[in-house]
């Protein structure tokens, strides 16, 4: 299941809520569980009846004692044993002020003492008797149906019967301290998650932005969930490979270029020196019969024509290249197409001896096929002037054609010298002319192969070769069958 960062947000959020209140929950079901004993309504009633009791001996005491109230050893004395027993602070007190604090010796003659004593507790409990907080008690001091006095008693909480106050309330804050930890430890353990997960990977990722705008391509990211995140950092690697691709591209274009400046400046420089040579010679009347003439005349020509073709190649390449290839795609029949295309050539290679042998595999299957002819005589004219341009004295060409459906196979095939491994994934390729030393004596921009992948591609179809070097070649290409005829 994808757990984006949008719901993990929202369920550490729930997390950071709900588990510290589970936990203080717990907590305090577990203190109030191991305090069961002393929560029943009958130990309840037993601990309030033992204070009442230490209350009532303690006013029982003071009143059979306060006789003796300005005599502070005497009276003291006589608390000593209970107040000592229960840790008990008293101080006796009536409207006109202090009369004793079991911890500081005091009386009337104390007015500063008086002074310190606060006033509205004694108003409050002058005429009852109750408890004004958890741990201190207010008692009036009654001899002979009359409130003499009022006693003060602050008890100590760690002491029995007090202490049942003190544990219940350090259970609460214990579950509520624990509550609180669980919470900390869950900040702490979502804060070191979000940085794992989701901080160091945005610093991967502005790191890694840095290394591309200094031009470092070669960087990996290490986030690997398949969350919003995710798919950003798949997005972002998959935009560095297409900047990577891009740049190669841009540094084999630029490659390209200084091909295409240098072949086009040695390819057209030879035929235009030769005309110039011929022309020149024209001129100065080193031709002086009319054969001559005529002789020279022809190979101004056939130089021209040579331009003419690598001129025209280039102009087709730039046209592919803008995206402005004009194929115009029509359903022909297989075998009338390829026939109207080849019959002259079979005719011309065949009358014209002491070269290569061109050889048609009949007969041609006959289907529908969509197909630009005059595109696709180019094809095969680039085909075979390149078998042929390469081929040996006396040697042979073979233009099958066979059903791979959907697609209509058409191959060109030869018994020359071959395509070596190394030039053989680069052939397709503007300029590329593998051995440069027998491209050059056999002449061409390197561009018949690179312009018929383009029409091939233009078809919907794919061109491919297969070549064992002394053996030959074969040239392959793919066109869209759209059904057979019948």
């Known amino acids: 299941m994808k757990i984006g960062i949008r719901l993990r947000f929202l369920l550490i959020i729930i997390a950071l809520i709900v588990l510290p209140i589970v936990v203080t929950v717990v907590s305090l079901y577990t203190t109030m569980d191991k305090m069961k004993d002393r929560l029943d309504p009958t130990s309840l009633e037993s601990f309030t009846n033992q204070i009442d009791k230490v209350n009532q001996e303690t006013a029982r005491k003071i009143v059979d004692e306060f006789n003796h109230i300005h005599q502070y050893d005497v009276f003291s004395d006589a608390l000593e044993p209970l107040i000592s027993k ?4 008293l101080r006796v007190v009536d409207p006109s002020g202090i009369l004793y604090d079991s911890e500081r010796k005091v009386g009337f003659q104390d007015p500063e003492l008086v002074n310190e004593f606060p006033q509205n507790p004694l108003e409050v409990s002058w005429n009852q008797s109750l408890r004004l907080n958890p741990f201190q008690y207010s008692l009036p001091i009654v001899i002979e ?28 804050l214990s579950s509520f301290g624990w509550g609180f930890l669980a919470l900390v430890f869950l900040v702490i353990l979502f804060t070191s998650y979000f940085s794992q997960t989701i901080l160091k990977p945005i610093h991967e990722l502005s790191i890694a932005t840095q290394k591309i705008a200094e031009g470092n391509l070669e960087i990996s990211l290490h986030y690997n969930r398949n ?5 950003f950092m798949k997005s972002f690697s998959h935009m560095r490979n297409q900047l990577k691709e891009s740049l190669a591209k841009q540094k084999a274009y630029e490659q390209s270029r200084k091909t295409l400046i240098a072949s086009i400046s040695h390819d057209l420089r030879t035929p235009i020196s030769s005309i110039k040579g011929y022309v020149e010679g024209l001129q100065d009347g080193i031709a002086e019969d009319e054969a001559s003439v005529k002789r020279y005349l022809a190979v101004i020509h056939q130089k021209t024509d040579q331009l003419n073709r690598q001129i025209q190649d280039l102009f087709q390449l730039s046209q592919f290249d803008l995206g402005q290839l004009d194929v115009k795609l029509l359903p022909e029949d297989s075998q009338e197409v390829i026939e109207s295309i080849l019959e002259p050539y079979e005719i011309e290679f065949n009358n014209d001896h002491g070269t290569l042998n061109l050889e048609i595999e009949r007969p041609l299957p006959s289907v529908q096929i969509l197909v630009d002819r005059q595109r696709i005589e180019q094809v095969l004219l680039n085909l075979l002037s390149n078998a042929q341009r390469y081929g040996s004295e006396g040697g042979r060409m073979l233009i099958k054609a066979y059903l791979d459906k959907p697609d209509l196979i058409i191959s060109v095939s030869d018994n020359g010298p071959g395509i070596s491994q190394e030039d053989l994934p680069h052939i397709f390729e503007s300029f590329y ?9 056999y002449g061409g921009a390197g561009l018949g192969l690179a312009i018929s992948k383009y029409i091939v591609e233009a078809h919907q179809g794919k061109i491919w070769v297969e070549s064992i070097e002394g053996q030959g070649s074969t040239v392959s290409f793919s066109l869209q069958m759209v059904s057979p005829v019948d």
Request: glycine content about 8%.
């Open 86 to 89: 229960y840790q008990l602070h």
């Open 433 to 441: 002319r593998g051995e440069k030393s027998r491209s050059r004596m």
């Open 145 to 172: 149906g009359k409130q003499v006095a009022t006693a003060l008693i602050d008890v100590n909480p760690s002491i029995p019967p007090y202490n049942v106050f003190s544990e219940i309330l350090k259970g609460i």
């Open 227 to 231: 969350d919003e995140l995710g798919q």
